[in-house]
Each structure stands twice: as C-alpha cells, then as structure tokens.
C-alpha cells in the first residue's frame, strides 16, 4: 500500500527531497536590501481567519532529532517567537537562543546568499525587535504564528523560500549535520539493507517524518509516525529502529509527503477514523463520487491550495441525488466505451486512525474504478426504502446517518465498524455484519416501543443485509405482497393489529406496539394468537362496517399467505424480515390515510 | 524428480504483519514465504535440507479484524537471566501491567497496540525439500517422512499463521485436482518480506545445532521479492532467484 501512495506522490510532483517541506506562513516581514525593516508585516492569510497562511511548497526542514542534534532551529521560516522574539511574557533564555540560532542561521546563510547578511543584522538589533514586536501585537499576532522574510525594494517582494537560490547551501547545511551525527554515533558500522518500497540497498531511515492531520482521531498534533520501533519489545533479531523495516530516508519522506498532501486535499472524517482515498490518474472533481457521495460523513478537507476550510458541511440533497446519476451516467459511460480511459483506473482507499504518536492503519482498499461506481450504484439501490408515510421511496442516506443506525449517538460509532460499513459500501458483494444489525435491530425495536418510527437509515440497512445475505428473501423498497416468509407475514399482521387498536381506541397510551412488539418479533407464535384474539372481540367490533370490513380482510389475507403457524423463535435474519414486514405495512398504512402524527411524519 | 508436498491451513486468525507496519500491526494478506516455511518446518525439519516455497493459494479472501491488546514494551535480557540462574544478580520482573508511574520510564511497562489480524483464514501452501550438498540420496526418505508425518497429523510444535498465538490446523493435500480453486482475489502487495535468513547459507542450518558459538553466527539477511496475488494465488520465486532481492552487504563507514 506504501508503495501506491508513492506513486502518486510521483504523480503529483510532490517535493520528496529530505530536507524540504511544504509549510504554511501567516506572516511576512519585508526589508529593503540594506536590511532595514519596511512596518508593516504582510498577512498572507487574507484575512481569512481560519487559513494557517499562504502554502510554500519547497520550505526547509530539519526533523526533531537535526534540530536537536545541531542545535539549530528551522531556516528562513519559523514561528514568531523565534524569528522576532515575540513572546506574551518576558523573553527567557531559552526563548532568546532560539531567536539567536534563528538569525544565527541566517549569517551562515548569507555566504550564500548576500542579502540575508543585513537582514540578520536588523533582527539582532533590540531597538528594531521591538518595533516589530509592538507592530505585531498591533495586528494581534501570536507567538506561534509562522514567519519568513523578503527583501523588497518598490515593487514585489522577493520571498527568499520562494525562489531556490538557498537550495544549495540548505543541502550542504543538512548534509554536515547528518555526518557530525553518523561521526558522534558509537555505531560504526551500518548494514545496507533492501528497501521495503523501492528494492534498493540502502541504509534505512533510522526514525520516520511525521504524518500530520490526525489529531482529530486520535492523533497527536505534531504528528504521527508509521512505524517507530524505539521500545525494545518491537524490534527484531537485534536490529535497531529503522532497520526494522528498512526503508531509505527519500522513500520515507515520500509516502509521508503523499500522505500529508491527501490527508489534507482527499480525506473524509468518520467517527473516530478518517478515510483517504485516490485514483490512479486525475479524477474531474465531478466525476470523483466518493467525495459527493459521503460527503454526508462530516467533510473535513481543503479544496486544494486555498485554506479554505469546508468543516462539518453537510451535503444537500440536491449534491447527493446529483452524485448517485453521476454514479450511473459514468457507469452506463463505462460499459458503452465512452470513457475507455476510465477503464484502467484505479482507486485506493486507506482508513487511519493514531494511538499516541503512532499512525493506525485500519484498512486497505485498492479496485478499479468501474467496480467502485458499480459498487456505489449498488449500494444505494440495496439502501432504497420507502419513507414512513409511504409517499417517497428513500434511498439517499447519508453515510454518518448508516453509521449511526447501530447506535444511539453517531459519536458511539466504535472505529471497527466505520471500516466494515465503508467496506461494504465499496463492495457490492459483501454482506453487512450480523454484529451491526443486530445492533440495528436493537436500535429499530426501542424507537418502535418508545412510540417513534424507526429512521428510514435503519431500515434501508436492515433492507441492504437482506439484499445481501444468501438464504434470506430479497426485499423490495415497498411492501411486498407476495413474500409469504412467516416472520415477514408476522411483522405485517403486528402492523396491522396496531392498526386496528388506534382505529378503535385512539391513543392508548402504551398500546399493543409498545407492550407486545418486542416479543412478537422474537417468539411471534406466543404473541400473535392472544393478540389476534383481543383484537377480534375488542377492538375489531368498535369499528364501523367499511373500516371493520377492510381490517379483517386485510387480517385474513396476510392469514392466509402464512400457511402455517407463526414460527415459535426468530433468528437474526427473520427478525429482520419481521422488522421489514411490520415497517412496510406501516408505511402502506400511512400512504392510504394521507398523513400522520406530527411525530412520525417528520425524519 | 523433487516432489512437491501441499498443505492445507487454517486457524481462527492469523497475523503476517508487514515489516514497514509492524508497531501498530498490518496484516499481508497471506503468508510470507518465510512464515509458510515455518509451518512446514513445524512438521517436519532436519538441519541437512531446507523447505523452499513455491506457491500459495489463498482459499477465502482477506477478512481483517481490528485487535487491540496490552502488550509490553520491554524485553527479558538473555545476560540478566544468566546472571539470575548463577545467582549473582537479584531476580528483576517483567512488569506487564506497570505505567511510567511505577517504572520510572517510558521505554517499560505496558502499551496498547493494534493488529489489524486476517479472521478464519485458509491457505495452500506448496512447497518441496532441497536436500543440501551431500545429503541429496536422503531426498526420498525425507519425502517420505514428511508425507507419514503430515498423514497423521504429527508436528514437533503446533504450526502458526504468523504469530504463536494464532495456531494453525493442517492436512496434507494428496489430491491437488480434487480441491476447490483458490479465491478470486488479486492485489499487488509491493516489495514483500520473503525471509529474515539465508536459508542456504549454513549460517541458517547452525540455528539448529545446540553450539553456543554457532548461534553467535547467525546473523539475519532479510530478502525481498516483488509478491502479486494474481486469482487467489501467489507465486513464489525459489530462494536463489534473481527475483528474491537479498541484502547481505555490510558496509563500513569511513570516519
């Protein structure tokens, strides 16, 4: 799986080189070319307030153990604090050798590069510091802000992280620092081992970069790791960390770059896990229907090189029903020959999680295209159920409404079951869990007794198991007449007999739904019989002669399509069919009455 | 001619972590070579062959499963026990429940990883016995033994799928046209492990020979090859392949 995410990294021209990253910076600090400093300092967030600043892609970049092995602090681009000082209490030692090896870097630097010799002059001056610090509070700027600098002289400021004159002396720079740490190391010797991604003998990355973004499933805000094997129990044969699992530092900087870059561009939050997914070649953004079709799970993702942030936006129904016809045009497109070159394309799904500091692969997902728009059409017909009142076949469910069909609260969800249900959705041929719909089920039968009409996801789930699952009669989206399984019969005449009661007696409080519907749909034949029996001589005769009429022909003819007695036990598959049964016959119920309660109409 | 003997396995759950996903634990989908070879070696092992892979069939596809589980982040010492047994050091447990809190360090005690495991897998392994240098008239009695002891159902230690805690059943497969066909399952792994060891080397074979210098000898190679799953079957290049990709060059550094 590695191995795709460096191809794409390949694809998309990442910057893969050890040494450089792509960061984004809030502010930026001019001076002329002497080195005096042009007031005021240029926010690159323009305005927006929730962007982290303008996106460079090639910034330079030490990792934890360069920055402490050299003692230096980032080049060029660093947080305020550390390019001017800026601090909310008084500046502390530690806060002043920072700034120090900041600027300090910059007069090496300027060997190279001329104009960094003034700049570094400004910033050590007090007098200037403070100037731009009190310019800086001014536009209430905070201590971790991120900061470069330019040289400006009139026109458009030259933005030295920008241009790739420092390129050079950066990887010089980096080069002494590994080689003082290989020199400082007591190992001697290195064993050139194969790489894992790239075939090559190499020596391997003894720790690996960070993968950021997931701290809002478990990760660490500083980042993540694959793989780390710094405690003892983890390693192997006497290896030490990296060795592991060998892999060279380019290819680790690689799949972590293309990580980042899809987690930020390609992901979509789902309860606790967040899914990335890609294509093998470029996807139109209309054509891409993961992204429309779950969006509904809580979009949390940039659109592309703007900080613009579409958190927590739910999809219309117009975005959904607009992405399952894009679904089906691409499909009948593809089977036709039109799009030929969709043929060969491939899409790649990866569900993450993090457990302190270390990245959690929940799952791996690779098909081709054609199947997964085969899969997504699949998914949503087998979800397709008719609404409570009868008046609209549903099958526009929202991913995070499936998820929580097994719970009370979307925020229960347990990580396993986003991966199962996301499994499910990108493959047509796989079941969905007993697990979850018993959990369903469960869920289905306490809105039931508590007098509430189960959520149409719910039953759109119990529909797509029965789809799915050999052995168990297909259902329909609307209620079946000529199904004459038992338990689904026996969850239509429960429907019916709630029926009848309301007719005769109105609202009684806990009716037999609410007292019975929990052991008719698991030992039916204990039930029914008593409750058919109550209904004839209790509720049946206050009925007038048309409504009587059509209740014990209805009765009858459900009757006698049984064929036999109620079954005596359910198991989880006809406990399902009778939850279909007795939904269906509801939603007919409703659809032939014209409206319902206030209560049950609304979803 | 070598024969080729095949085994059916399965267990409830079997764990072949990728090496590059190996903390927090992701499954292959099937074995790695090296962990094939174990099971037959858990049948039948002498130090005068070696079992060479040739193929596996996957029966049913992948099924993962999310473990979590307390584990422990240290190791015993091979050293301090010596020195318990001689009596010379004080006896040091290893705490499994314990937290920074008690051990005074983060590099101790107990930690929560996750396996990303295969649920009820099943697989065909093919392999045959390559006799090494001298030992090649003995091919057929150890052919032999190996299809008496597979019969009855005999191991020196219960076989595993990957880790010792998911034990692996088996039987011989006499008849290979008589069984189902693999699943219809395909995927492109990448580089695959394909074996911590040299398995020609007699570096490998002195794993098995109780001299404590030996065992100072071994050392690992780890290999590679580029494994695909092609309709439920993976095919696996013999050991001395261009395609197994072996690294066995130690490198001086010039200070």
């Known amino acids: ?603 | 001619m070598n024969s080729s003997h095949i085994l059916e396995v399965w267990g409830d759950f079997a764990c072949f972590s990728r090496p590059e996903l190996a903390v927090e634990r992701y499954s292959y989908p099937c074995p790695t070579p090296s962990a094939a070879r174990g099971v037959f070696e858990a049948i039948y092992f002498k130090p005068q062959f070696y079992w060479q892979i040739t193929r596996i069939d996957l029966l049913s596809s992948p099924n993962y499963i999310a473990l979590r589980r307390n584990e422990v982040k240290d190791k015993i010492s091979e050293s301090a026990v010596k020195k318990w047994i001689k009596g010379t050091a004080a006896v040091e447990p290893l705490l499994a429940d314990a937290d920074k809190s008690i051990t005074g360090t983060d590099q101790k005690g107990r930690t929560q990883r996750q396996t990303m495991a295969l649920k009820t897998p099943r697989y065909r392994l093919h392999a045959h016995i390559v006799p090494r240098p001298g030992n090649e008239s003995e091919l057929h009695a150890y052919n032999s033994q190996f299809t008496r002891r597979a019969t009855q159902g005999k191991c020196f230690q219960q076989p595993y799928l990957g880790c010792r805690e998911f034990i692996a059943f088996f039987r011989l497969v006499e008849n290979a046209d008589a069984e189902p066909k693999s699943c219809d399952y395909s995927q492109d792994i990448g580089f695959m492990l394909y074996d911590v060891f040299d398995i020609r080397s007699n570096n490998y074979e002195a794993r098995f020979k109780r001299d404590s210098d030996n065992w100072k000898q071994i050392k690992p190679a780890v290999s590679i090859f580029k494994a695909r799953i092609e309709r439920g079957v993976l095919e696996v290049p013999p050991v001395g392949s261009d395609k197994v990709l072996k690294s066995t060059l130690t490198v001086e550094r010039n200070d």
């Open chain 1, 1 to 603: 799986m590695l191995h795709e995410l460096l191809e794409y990294a390949r694809r998309e021209n990442l910057a893969s080189e050890p040494g450089f990253k792509s960061k984004p910076v809030k502010w930026l600090l001019q001076f002329t070319p002497d080195g005096n400093w042009i007031a005021p300092p240029i926010d690159l967030t323009d305005g927006d307030k929730r962007s982290k600043g303008r996106e460079f892609n090639r910034c330079p970049d030490l990792t934890q153990p360069e920055m402490i092995s050299s003692g230096s602090r980032h080049f060029l681009a660093d947080s305020l604090d550390k390019v001017v000082l800026l601090t909310k209490e008084e500046a502390t030692e530690k806060d002043c050798a920072a700034h120090a090896s900041f600027v300090g870097l910059l007069d090496k630097a300027s060997s190279a590069i001329p104009e960094l010799a003034p700049i570094s002059a400004t910033l050590n001056n007090e007098e200037i510091l403070t100037a731009i610090q009190a310019n800086l509070n001014d536009l209430k700027a905070k201590p971790t802000d991120s900061a470069t600098i330019a040289v400006s002289c009139g026109h458009k400021p030259h933005i030295f992280i920008d241009s790739d004159e420092w390129h050079n002396w950066w990887r010089g720079f980096r080069g002494a620092i590994s080689q003082s740490k290989a020199s400082n190391s007591a190992r001697k010797k290195t064993i050139a081992m194969r790489c894992y991604l790239s075939g090559e003998l190499v020596e391997p990355a003894a720790t690996q970069n960070k993968v950021t973004g997931l701290s809002d499933v478990g990760g660490q805000a500083t980042g993540d790791v694959i793989s780390s094997f710094d405690k003892e129990a983890f390693g192997h044969f006497e290896f030490e960390q990296g060795q592991n699992a060998a892999i060279s530092e380019e290819m680790v900087k690689s799949f972590t770059d293309a990580l980042n870059h899809l987690i930020k561009r390609r992901s979509i939050r789902m309860a606790e896990t967040r899914i990335v997914y890609w294509y093998s070649r470029d996807i139109a953004a209309e054509e891409d229907v993961v992204r429309d079709i779950f969006a509904g799970a809580g979009l949390d993702e940039d659109d592309g090189n703007s900080a613009k942030r579409s958190t927590k936006s739910e999809p219309s129904e117009r975005q959904i029903l607009q992405a399952e016809s894009t679904a089906r045009k691409l499909l009948e497109a593809i089977r036709s020959g039109q799009r030929d070159d969709l043929k060969g394309c491939q899409f790649f799904a990866l569900t993450l999680s993090g457990n302190s500091g270390r990245v959690i692969i929940r799952d791996w997902m690779q098909g081709s295209f054609e199947q997964l728009v085969e899969s997504i059409d699949a998914w949503f017909s087998d979800l397709a159920i008719v609404s409570r009142d009868g008046k609209n076949i549903l099958n526009r469910h929202k991913f995070a409404a499936l998820l929580a069909a097994t719970v009370r609260d979307l925020k229960d969800v347990p990580s396993p079951a986003v991966a199962t249900l996301w499994r499910c959705a990108l493959n047509k041929s796989r079941s969905i869990p007993d697990s979850m719909i018993a959990q369903c089920l469960h869920r289905v039968r306490i809105d039931i007794v508590q007098d509430q009409s189960p959520r149409a996801a719910r039953i759109g789930l119990l529909r797509a198991f029965c789809i799915r699952k050999p052995g168990v009669p297909a259902m329909t989206a609307e209620l079946d007449e000529t199904v004459d399984d038992p338990a689904y019969l026996s969850g239509r005449i429960m429907a019916l007999l709630a029926a009848v009661q309301e007719a005769a007696l109105g609202n009684v409080g806990a009716g037999v739904v609410q007292r019975y519907y929990a052991a008719a749909s698991a030992t039916p034949a204990l039930v029914l019989g008593r409750l058919v029996r109550t209904a004839q001589i209790a509720h049946l005769p206050k009925l007038e002669g048309g409504l009587r009429h059509y209740f014990e022909s209805q009765l009858t003819d459900v009757w006698n399509r049984m064929k036999s007695t109620p079954p005596t036990t359910l198991s989880l598959e006809k406990q399902t069919l009778f939850a279909m049964g007795y939904y269906q016959q509801k939603a007919v119920r409703g659809k032939r009455s014209g409206n319902l309660p206030e209560s049950e109409s609304s979803e």
